[in-house]
């Protein structure tokens, strides 16, 4: 019962979501994005007040445990894989609200793949055994769809997330 194709990002939701009519990013889970002087250091300003559908709040180290997922699974892989591994230096979790990417070398591309990856929730997924095989049958999420009301071989129904 694994989250399939579009399906994830009605679940999951990214930092911002790239908008193809206007080529601007939207802000999302995160309020803005700003370069440093030197285009080496990317901060992004999380959304305050944000709830995984189980209630807990969403914070800053939900995106830094999401990279850290990406980065210690190579099996795993999402917009922000390659750019994990060959550009990103370090990134951490300033405060609740504050998540800073450090770069090796410019490359402001990288933006889009980062803003643009689905995060997911520490506080359930640091319990996962083996994050490649979890079916994740109840998934915990900020998107507007969370609750699986029914999963068959067929169909399957999702209804509104609670928060």
Not at 12 to 36: D, R
Not at 124 to 150: E, L, M, S, Y
């Amino acid at each position: 019962q694994t989250t399939l194709g579009s399906t994830a990002t009605a679940i999951y939701e990214p930092m911002m979501i790239y908008n193809k009519s206007t080529g601007e990013l939207v802000p999302w889970l995160a309020t803005e994005y700003k370069w440093s002087a030197d285009n080496l250091t990317l901060t992004f300003t999380i959304r305050k007040n944000v709830k995984w559908s189980d209630g807990q709040p969403f914070t800053a180290k939900d995106v830094v445990y999401t990279y850290d997922l990406l980065k210690n699974n190579n099996a795993l892989s999402g917009t922000a894989s390659s750019v994990l591994s060959e550009y990103i230096d370090s990134y951490s979790a300033l405060d609740d609200n504050t998540v800073e990417f450090k770069f090796k070398s410019v490359y402001t591309p990288a933006l889009y793949d980062i803003a643009n990856q689905i995060i997911v929730p520490q506080h359930i997924w640091k319990d996962v055994a083996d994050p490649i095989t979890w079916t994740n049958d109840n998934p915990v999420a900020t998107g507007p769809f969370t609750q699986v009301t029914k999963f068959e071989s067929q169909t399957y129904v999702l209804e509104k997330n609670p928060y």
